[in-house]
Structure formats: C-alpha cells, structure tokens
C-alpha cells in the first residue's frame, strides 16, 4: 500500500481503488492500494474522515486497513477524505512536543520516556526530575525555535544512520525515520509533522508533577495552547473581579481573602466555643441524663459540647447533630449504649468508655424513645 501521508502530509483527499473488502465483526475491512489516512502512531492519533462517503470508524495502525460500517465493491476506485484540521492540530501539538524534548534532552541529558496525546494538550513523561528554572528556559527555547521558523525536516534511512546522533524510545533496526529540527532536536519518528516550526503558533507548559522518580509534562501547542491562554486568562478576569484585583494580581487578591476568611472562621470557632459553654451551664440545673438535638454543629463542636457536659454531671449525656452523634458519661461505660444504639438504627459508631460518637439516620422521636427505655441512658 502506497502511504500518501509522508509525501503529503496536507493531502486531505484522494483517489484509491479498493483491494479486498471482508466482514470483520460488525463493520468490514477494506485494504486499499493507497492511502492518505494516517493510521497513528508515535503517539499521534489516528486520522478522522471518509472513504467512498462512508465514515472511517477505525484504522488499524499495524496494516492501515480501514474499518467501515458498510461494505464497497472491490475493484471500484472511490475518493477519500481527511480531516485536515483535525489532523493539523495534532501536527503541531507533535511538533511542538518534538522542540520541547530536544530543548531537555540538550539541557539535562534525559530522555522522553512516556508519550500520550489528546485534542487539548500532550502529555510526556521525562526520564529526570525537573524544576521551574529549567522548564522555563526549555519553554522558552522551543519558542525561540517556533518564532525562527525551522525547518522540520523527516528523512528515511534503510539503516539507522551512522555519525548522527538522535533521541528514541526503542532500539531500531532497519529501515528508520528520523525527524530533525536544526540545532534543536534529531529524533527518530513515524508521526506527521509541521514543514516548518512557525507552523506551530506557540508551545506551553500547562502542569508539571512527579513521575515515577522523573517529571510528567502536560504541555499545549498551537491552537490547543491558545484555546487554554483564552480559558485561563478569561477565568484570571472573572476571579479579578471578584476579589477587586488587577489580572497580574489576582493571587494577592485571593491571599488577602483567605486570610480574611481564616480570621473569622478563628472568630467563629471561638464564639461558637462560647456559647457552648454558655448552654452547658444553662444545663447545669436539669437534672439525670441529658438528650440534646443541636442543630449546624460541627464535629468537632459536638464533641467539645458533649465533654464540656460530661464533666459537669455524673449522668449520660446524648447530644445529635445533622446525622451525628456523641454519647457520653464521665463514669460508667457508654459503649453498650452506642452499641446498641447504632445496631437499632443501622448506624456506625464506636470510642472509648467515657465517649463515643458517629452517625446514625433516625428521627428525633425514634431516637428519645429508644433511649429513655435503654437501661444505660441513665
């Protein structure tokens, strides 16, 4: 099969005449004896287009067969298309990934050990860990090299070269393809890429985090890296206006709120300890066990509320809030009672002899009724 792709990598229609068209599951398996649909590979994805008006389902990428729902006649000559801009924007997000490990291959000596793509960004894993000094200087090479306007060159060799020295994730032997960006990267490859680095548009790093003792990178490149400039820089406005910042300081703006915001939740916990302590010696003067329903307290406020009333009475006390609860008595065991309890009401719980909490699904009437009849709520 003539593979038109290589020749042309902007070719999005042509004529091929039809070898063998077989049942294969539930679609057919057309061989053809060209063809312009990239297969994938390289971590690149496949093409998307038609074939004789029908849509390409699938391509195997070992044979370059097409996958159709429906069947062509073998022998007839039919017209394939391709989306190209489907097709173009994974050219540059591969180019751009080409610029991107060539410039950190030089800098560090590492290699790209792991490579995925999608329509918003790439992902490759790196063999080294990586800090921000070092992923800003390759960043901005590999736009030096888009804005000079390279020319990317591939080129076969039916043995791998001799004197040239270039990146791969695998041993070749045989025939091999090198793809090579002058003075920025040489790296042997079976994908499709720009003709010239200018193509690209732009190349930008999204997300960094560490890897398997090396440095996974999500980086953008053409319109994928404008879409998200587009996305971030509108979200940075809106979080701008909302905190009453500048676009270039919108991170002191969000600082100044959170701390804002740790303040008065400080505040809040003190005075909700407050009038916890104030309902405790409310409390003081009802006498025998106590059966409190509170509502909006936080665990922690539960819990300290239940202690603060423990310590002030020999009795059971049995305080519930939005689904939890906490029981307890300063002496005695309260763990039979909470046992108890939770097994009644499908409930989840468990502690020390002195205190118990969890959570249980009951109304506030089922509740009292079990517990004023239990021989531990004392």
Same mark, same amino acid.
């Given at each position: ?131 921000? !000094? &070092? /992923? ?7 736009? +030096? $090299?888009?804005?000079?306007? =390279? ?121 909700? !300890? &407050? /009038? ?7 409390? +003081? $003067?009802?006498?025998?066990? =106590? ?88």
């Amino acid at each position: 099969m003539t593979l038109l792709y290589y020749d042309n990598q902007r070719l999005s229609e042509f004529q091929a005449r039809v070898l063998s068209c077989v049942p294969d599951g539930k679609q057919y398996r057309v061989i053809l004896d060209r063809t312009a649909f990239y297969p994938g590979g390289g971590g690149e994805p496949r093409d998307r287009g038609s074939f004789g008006g029908v849509e390409v389902t699938d391509i195997d990428e070992r044979t370059g067969d097409l996958l159709l729902p429906e069947p062509l006649t073998i022998g007839e000559t039919y017209t394939g298309a391709v989306d190209l801009p489907y097709r173009l924007a994974f050219m540059r997000a591969h180019t751009g990934e080409h610029l991107m490990s060539g410039v950190l291959h030089r800098i560090t000596g590492g290699d790209n050990v792991g490579f995925h793509m999608n329509e918003q960004c790439v992902t490759f894993d790196w063999s080294l860990p990586l800090d921000a !000094k &070092t /992923l800003t200087r390759a960043e901005d090479e590999a736009n +030096d $090299a888009v804005m000079t306007n =390279l020319p990317v060159d591939t080129r076969w060799y039916e043995q791998p070269p001799e004197g040239i020295v270039f990146r791969a994730k695998k041993t070749f032997q045989g025939r091999t393809r090198l793809v090579t960006v002058p003075g920025v990267d040489v790296c042997a490859c079976c994908g499709l890429h720009m003709a010239y680095t200018g193509e690209i548009g732009s190349v930008r790093i999204l997300d960094v985090m560490r890897y398997k003792g090396g440095t996974r990178v999500t980086i953008a490149a053409g319109y994928q890296a404008l879409l998200d400039a587009r996305r971030v820089g509108e979200t940075n406005r809106a979080v701008g206006r909302l905190v009453s910042a500048k676009p270039y300081e919108t991170a002191d703006g969000v600082a100044r709120l959170l701390a804002d915001r740790d303040a008065l939740k400080a505040e809040r916990t003190q005075l909700r !300890k &407050t /009038l916890v302590d104030l309902k405790a010696t409310l409390l +003081d $003067a009802t006498p025998g066990a =106590l059966l409190l329903f509170e509502d909006g307290m936080t665990p922690d406020e539960l819990r300290h509320f239940t202690l603060t009333l423990t310590e002030r009475r020999e009795n059971t006390v049995a305080v519930f809030s939005d689904g939890r609860f906490c029981i307890g008595r300063a002496s005695g065991d309260v763990r039979v009672l909470t046992k108890a309890l939770t097994a009644a009401f499908h409930g989840r719980g468990g502690g020390s002899a002195v205190l118990t909490q969890g959570t249980v699904d009951a109304a506030p009437d089922a509740l009292s009724r079990f517990l004023h009849k239990h021989p531990d709520f004392i």
